[in-house]
């Protein structure tokens, strides 16, 4: 069935460094990715997002890239501060299902001071 | 702040009792899914509304049903609670074609 993983489920940087969070899809048919972060006891956090049209987007200290060729998602980090140390999900909506996204396991990333 | 509030944020149940989780919004967002989320997983998607209307439905069974009111806050309703259901549920609303943002959920124990 269909499935959103995560390459490593850990991840430990030096603060200060850049970090980068991998994510594998298998269903071709989802047009629309969202990376979330979630910190311990609260709920899932709105990073970024991109369609399927877009191979690449730019946010604050944050960006997305797709490759829908291997069915890739990658979150990069820039100047990664101990407050982004927490759980990063990717998310994938499958066209025409009703908004339902589809998670992997997580990602947790770790900043060393 | 997601303007997501949830209640209650943490509930302790035995098995085969009735539960009802309950969610708002800010207003505008038509919106709302519910999800399951167990220790250490990704959340499930459990069903969404759209406009007080069902719209999609993940793998879970009738058991689990939900509403939602006209001023879009919702309701999830779990009944027969098996151990198994003990998670933190999580709403999340927003507008149509428009990222979701979540609440920070109830942490629901089934004993």
């Known amino acids: 069935g269909e499935s959103v993983g995560l390459h490593l489920p850990t991840l430990s940087v030096q603060e200060g460094d850049n970090s980068i969070i991998n994510c594998a899809y298998s269903?071709?048919?989802?047009?629309?990715f969202i990376w979330y972060k979630q910190e311990s006891g609260k709920g899932p956090q709105f990073i970024i997002d991109?369609?399927?049209?877009?191979d690449k987007r730019q946010g604050q200290r944050v960006t997305v890239l797709l490759n829908k060729t291997v069915k890739h998602l990658s979150l990069q980090i820039a100047a990664t501060q101990p407050g982004d140390s927490a759980v990063y999900f990717c998310a994938e909506t499958p066209y025409n299902q009703g908004g339902k996204l589809i998670f992997g396991q997580g990602t947790e990333l770790s900043v060393k001071p | 702040e997601t303007g997501v509030t949830q209640s209650p944020t943490h509930l302790i149940k035995t098995r085969g009792q009735q539960v009802t989780l309950r969610c708002s919004s800010q207003s505008g967002h038509n919106t709302v899914s519910w999800y399951q989320q167990a220790l250490g997983q990704g959340p499930q998607f459990i069903f969404q509304y759209y406009r007080e209307e069902e719209n999609g439905r993940g793998n879970f069974p009738p058991r689990f049903s939900g509403l939602q009111f006209p001023n879009y806050s919702s309701e999830l309703n779990v009944n027969a609670l098996e151990l198994d259901d003990s998670a933190l549920y999580l709403c999340a609303t927003g507008q149509h074609n428009s990222p979701l943002h979540f609440g920070n959920g109830t942490r629901l124990t089934v004993t």
């Open positions: 991109i369609r399927s049209n877009m």
């Open positions: 269903n071709s048919a989802s047009d629309y």
